[in-house]
Nanobody
C-alpha cells in the first residue's frame, strides 16, 4: 500500500519561508500527477499546487508567485517551497495524487504563520 509521509512544517513569522517534503513509497511519482493540499481549521481541504509527471505546475491563485512545487522521482519525494508566508496560510498540509487516488492520507505537517 502506498504511504505518504509529510514533513517540514513549523512555526514561522509572516513573510517567512518553509520547505515541505512528501516522501512516497512505490513509484507513484512517475505515474500520477501529484499535489499539495491543505486544510485549515473549520475549512475544507483544498488543493494548493500540483505538478504533472512532465513537470508542469499549476497553483491556486493565492499561491502564485509565493509557492513552488517540485518533484524528485529518484527520491520518491515531492516538495513545496513556500515563501512570503501569510497568517492565512496556517493549515495542515498534505500531499496526494491529483485527482486523489490514495485513500489513506498521511498525517500531514502543520504550518503555523504567526508573529
Amino acid at each position: 500500500q502506498v504511504q505518504l509521509v509529510e514533513s517540514g512544517g513549523g512555526l514561522v513569522q509572516p513573510g517567512g519561508s518553509l520547505r515541505l517534503s512528501c516522501a512516497t513509497s512505490g513509484s507513484i511519482l512517475s505515474i500520477y500527477p501529484m499535489g499539495w493540499y491543505r486544510q485549515a481549521p473549520g475549512k475544507q481541504r483544498e488543493l494548493v499546487a500540483r505538478i504533472t509527471t512532465g513537470g508542469i505546475t499549476v497553483y491556486a491563485d493565492s499561491m502564485k508567485g509565493r509557492f513552488t512545487i517540485s518533484r524528485d522521482n529518484a527520491k520518491n519525494t515531492v516538495y513545496l517551497q513556500m515563501n512570503g508566508l501569510r497568517p492565512e496560510d496556517t493549515a495542515v498540509y498534505y500531499c496526494n495524487t491529483v485527482p486523489i487516488r490514495i485513500s489513506r492520507w498521511g498525517q500531514g505537517t502543520q504550518v503555523t504563520v504567526s508573529s
